[in-house]
């Protein structure tokens, strides 16, 4: 299995650029979860959809974060517009329901200047 | 509002030290306690743990679960290099929030040749 695939693995932006923000959850997986990395707040739950309907967006920090599940093998997490205070590292992860085990990507380092 | 507390938050011993982490946790229909590892990446897991006075255990690394105190601990033996990472624990929510992972800021543990 390919594990959790984020792409882009690095962005570098200007501070008013949309930003889109790519994750295939592992296959099988019915939920996935997007997070925050930083020095100061630690990794933070941004969004999380169970069967591609999203449950739980209460850690989204504000209306120019948006996210979507079109599909069970695609999500997407937008930022517009971009400001410096976002940059971090973004994690897709998805769950197991067997093991109840959630895996993470690779992340996606985000940098807005 | 659910809270995952872990100390100390940083660490720093020599190889083949033992090492215990420690994570307390309130969460509101608490289902289990996840420990995972993160180096330069994304964290990657260890343990899940359900009952109380289980030892879940691989290789040098041994974890225990009280869920009448409401805390777990992460045991490290005979450290090495390469067990320096940041190490987050989380607390796995039911109810409304099934599936959601409440994570603690982190240990950061060091090892020095």
């Known amino acids: 299995d390919a594990g959790v695939i984020q792409s882009p693995r690095h962005e570098v932006t200007e501070m008013g650029q949309e930003v889109t923000l790519r994750c295939k959850p592992i296959?099988?997986?019915?939920?996935l979860f997007w997070y925050r990395q930083t020095m100061m707040r630690g990794l933070e739950l941004l969004i999380y959809?169970?069967?591609?309907?999203?449950?739980?967006d209460s850690g989204m920090p504000e209306d120019r974060f948006s996210a979507k599940m079109p599909n069970a093998s695609f999500s997407t997490l937008k930022i517009q517009p971009s400001e410096p205070r976002d940059s971090a590292v973004y994690f897709c992860?998805?769950?197991?329901?067997?093991?109840?085990?959630?895996?993470f990507g690779p992340g996606t380092r985000l940098t807005v200047l | 509002e659910d809270k995952v507390v872990q100390s100390p938050l940083s660490l720093v011993v020599h190889e083949g030290d033992t090492v215990t982490l420690n994570c307390s946790y309130e969460v509101t229909n608490f289902r289990s306690l996840l420990w995972y590892k993160q180096e330069k990446k994304a964290p990657t897991f260890l343990f899940m743990l359900t009952s109380s006075g289980i030892e879940k255990k691989s290789g040098r690394l041994s974890s225990i679960l009280d869920k009448k105190e409401l805390f777990s601990i992460l045991n490290i033996t005979a450290t090495q290099t390469g067990d320096s990472a940041i190490y987050l624990c989380?607390?796995?929510?039911?109810?409304?929030?099934?599936?959601?992972?409440?994570f603690g800021q982190g240990t950061i543990l060091t090892v020095h040749p």
């Open positions: 296959s099988g997986h019915n939920s």
């Open positions: 989380a607390a796995n929510a039911g109810g409304t929030s099934y599936g959601k992972l409440t």
């Open positions: 992860a998805s769950r197991d329901s067997f093991t109840d085990t959630q895996y």
């Open positions: 959809f169970n069967n591609n309907v999203p449950i739980d």
